[in-house]
């Protein structure tokens, strides 16, 4: 493994990872070649400790969250699932941890919330990265380098939290990360629309394929269907605390997409060629602006 030495304008010298599932393990990987951090985790899976534990890299693993907590960080990286990092950064607030702290969720304003409230030194981050499958053996550096990353400042917090979104810009830039920059509630809407919705989408698609056709349908099946519901395979657990947290963005968009739908059903009951053709090829130009990229 290559290693490479921090630049010393940046101050996080000792990073902790709270969970190390595929978005935490990837992130601790990303970080494992640079000289002079030193990493620590927590998990509460005894099976992700114990492999964990096998890395020489990480200078301590534990399962237990307060031990994870009195640790001496620079930067605690919250990568739990969307509410337990919520829960985690109450705790945090009620013992006024001195660190600063960052998140990875794919939920941002729940997080901003809670480090607000407690007045904690804590700035949202979302790496745009992932798989259908879950966990720390299948996390890689590479899902990570080079990944667009979001960065969610909110003015609210300070001039103490512009200090902190500039660490963390120079922290993602050093895994090649393109950074961006919005509000926590712009960012729940902009991935409601283009992350959560798609999962609750192709979960229906799937979920009506199995209606109608029960499981053999899925002998039938080619890369049209594998394609278009891959990220139904996805862990619900995951999925079903984002639905609860971004509930009303997802509420407006199912709206929109059930009238869209409706739209549809009643053009291919009226056997409407052209108005079909006129309405899916304005769509298809949209989508293929992806294809260019």
Request: proline share 6%; charged share 25%; hydrophobic share 45%.
């Amino acid at each position: 493994m290559p290693k490479f030495k921090l630049p010393p304008r940046l101050p996080f010298r000792c990073l902790g990872v709270a969970g190390l599932g595929l978005i935490g393990g990837s992130i601790a990987k990303a970080l494992m070649p640079f000289d002079g951090l030193t990493l620590m985790a927590f998990d509460s899976d005894p099976d992700t400790v114990k492999e964990a534990r096998k890395i020489k890299r990480f200078a301590r693993v534990t399962m237990d969250a307060d031990e994870f907590l009195s640790w001496p960080l620079d930067l605690a990286y919250l990568c739990l699932p969307v509410r337990r990092n919520v829960e985690l950064i109450e705790r945090m607030g009620r013992l006024k941890v001195p660190y600063a702290v960052t998140d990875s969720g794919s939920t941002k304003g729940p997080a901003n919330e809670a480090a607000l409230a407690f007045g904690l030194n804590f700035c949202g981050g979302h790496p745009i990265a992932g798989k259908e499958v879950a966990g720390f053996s299948h996390s890689k550096a590479d899902l990570i380098r080079n990944c667009l990353f979001i960065l969610t400042p909110d003015e609210r917090f300070g001039p103490g939290q512009k200090e902190l979104l500039w660490r963390l810009n120079n922290l993602h830039q050093l895994l090649g990360c393109r950074i961006r920059f919005i509000s926590p509630s712009e960012h729940d809407r902009i991935y409601g629309l283009i992350s959560h919705l798609p999962y609750l989408s192709a979960s229906a698609l799937a979920g009506t394929a199995l209606a109608e056709g029960g499981h053999d349908i899925l002998s039938w099946v080619g890369t049209g269907f594998k394609d278009s519901t891959r990220v139904g395979a996805s862990p619900p657990a995951k999925w079903v605390e984002v639905a609860m947290e971004n509930s009303d963005n997802l509420v407006t968009f199912l709206g929109s997409l059930i009238n869209l739908l409706g739209h549809m059903r009643d053009i291919v009951g009226r056997k409407d060629a052209g108005e079909l053709m006129a309405l899916l090829d304005k769509i298809s130009a949209f989508r293929r602006i992806l294809a260019k990229e």
